[in-house]
């Protein structure tokens, strides 16, 4: 049975830990923070599997201020909707987690309006790819993990509409058929870092980057592939 953990509307300092946790088979969020205002929350050792049940996400941070760290021991997989959402709020996030998705995206980043959100882990996507969408007012968003992305069709790398937050990429390895490689529009700042960053589309647009501040960093790519 699924064990889905769940706080929602904490208005005081919340320290929380979670160690070698499974949650398994949930129908609807392995693991949810909604609406936590302060305070420290560690998960270590944690499993959300959703076994192909029509989960809606992984782990859910909403609007939330905290900080919250996910250790390099977690792992999120068989989820059918979003393995990793943040949505609204200020709050740190630092997850080292481990991602595989097959359906659904792998991380979304949305309608933040502030704090940093890094992620540094494995992420292995043939689902539909990374959105980072609606941030605004100094939200630092950091995908600086391992990305191999092989989402067919769909668009692997999306970020649009981010006037005001700072985003900062590396470690990608990106494969499509029709799908675009990286798009990157509508505004925010834009670091694209290292020098392994690789692009290979049969038919889509390989990188696609319209009216966004380039930061003194710059965008780096390896190599852009269009076969």
């Avoid at 305070?39 to 900080?67: F, W």
């Amino acid at each position: 049975n699924a064990i889905e953990l769940n706080v929602y509307f904490v208005p005081a300092n919340l320290t929380m830990t979670v160690n070698d946790t499974d949650l398994l088979d949930s129908t609807d969020v392995g693991m949810s923070f909604d609406n936590v205002d302060n305070g420290t929350v560690q998960v270590n050792n944690a499993l959300v599997n959703g076994g192909g049940a029509a989960a809606t996400a992984g782990v859910r941070i909403l609007g939330s201020n905290a900080s919250f760290t996910f250790d390099n021991a977690s792992q999120i997989q068989g989820v059918n909707g979003t393995d990793f959402l943040v949505d609204g709020g200020t709050g740190t996030v630092n997850a080292a987690v481990e991602i595989t998705n097959t359906v659904g995206r792998s991380i979304v980043v949305q309608n933040t309006t502030g704090g940093n959100k890094t992620f540094t882990g494995n992420v292995t996507d043939s689902g539909t790819g990374i959105l980072v969408t609606g941030n605004s007012n100094n939200a630092n968003i950091s995908l600086l993990g391992s990305y191999d992305m092989d989402t067919t069709i769909n668009d692997a790398v999306t970020i649009t509409s981010n006037t005001g937050a700072a985003i900062s990429v590396d470690g990608l390895d990106i494969n499509t058929t029709d799908g675009r490689g990286f798009v990157a529009n509508g505004g925010g700042s834009l670091s694209v870092m290292g020098t392994t960053n690789k692009i290979v589309t049969t038919t889509g647009v390989g990188l696609d980057i319209q009216n966004m501040t380039i930061s003194n960093v710059g965008v780096a790519f390896e190599s852009v592939t269009v076969s």
